[in-house]
T-cell receptor
Framework: GQQLNQSPQSMFIQEGEDVSMNCTSS?????WLWYKQDPGEGPVLLIA?????ELTSNGRLTAQFGITRKDSFLNISASIPSDVGIYFC??????????FGKGTRLSVIA | NAGVTQTPKFQVLKTGQSMTLQCAQD?????MYWYRQDPGMGLRLIYY???????DKGEVPNGYNVSRLNKREFSLRLESAAPSQTSVYFC????????????FGPGTRLTVT
């Protein structure tokens, strides 16, 4: 089945720093989604990508659909304390259910 | 709009007991999903319903049953709970197609002793 490798597993950064995380798949994907989960809450959709090479921003967040269609990247600029949480990538190919990565846990040191 | 709602928020069961987790969405979405989330495992799909009247198994369906009661509601039943089913359960929905943007509920935290 489809597998997603999300990295890094966790990161500790200083407030104000930029953050980068990525996901790679074992097969070509048609859709890449990025979610954030706060403690005790459900995941919240941040960005959706549907075309290879697509670059989409949502405030300080920018995500890209890799040109090979096997990877995606999420960048957060000028991190703030409320960026703390777990970030998940998800994707699929064809008419199949989404597959989720295992998440990147972000901690921000003020 | 409340989005996706789940009840209960917390539940403790003894091994062998049964229970049903309820999920409802008010976004007129066609597809609905049940996931479980365990530490370090990410989100794993239990069952999904691509449209009203259909249900399909996901990655980890054993020990669970589902019912798509109507377009709004999708329930998950544990017939005989086991400690391995201790987890956080999330319901989600999407407007069209099973590979598109999904919106999640707040979760049900289940402990089986």
């Amino acid at each position: 089945g489809q597998q997603l490798n999300q990295s890094p597993q966790s990161m500790f950064i200083q407030e104000g720093e930029d953050v980068s995380m990525n996901c790679t798949s074992s097969s070509i994907f048609n859709t890449w989604l990025w979610y954030k989960q706060d403690p005790g809450e459900g995941p919240v959709l941040l960005i959706a990508l549907y075309k290879a090479g697509e670059l989409t921003s949502n405030g300080r967040l920018t995500a890209q659909f890799g040109i090979t269609r096997k990877d995606s990247f999420l960048n957060i600029s000028a991190s703030i304390p409320s960026d703390v949480g777990i970030y998940f990538c998800a994707g699929n190919s064809g008419n199949t259910p989404l597959v989720f990565g295992k998440g990147t846990r972000l901690s921000v040191i003020a | 709009n409340a989005g996706v709602t789940q009840t209960p928020k917390f539940q403790v069961l003894k091994t062998g007991q049964s229970m049903t987790l309820q999920c409802a969405q008010d976004m007129n979405h066609n597809s609905m999903y049940w996931y479980r989330q365990d530490p370090g495992m990410g989100l794993r799909l239990i069952y999904y319903s691509a449209s009203e009247g259909t249900t399909d198994k996901g990655e980890v369906p054993n020990g669970y049953n589902v019912s798509r009661l109507n377009k709004r509601e999708f329930s998950l039943r544990l017939e005989s709970a086991a400690p391995s089913q201790t987890s956080v359960y999330f319901c989600a929905s999407s407007l069209t197609g099973i590979g598109y943007e999904q919106y999640f509920g707040p979760g049900t935290r289940l402990t089986v002793t």
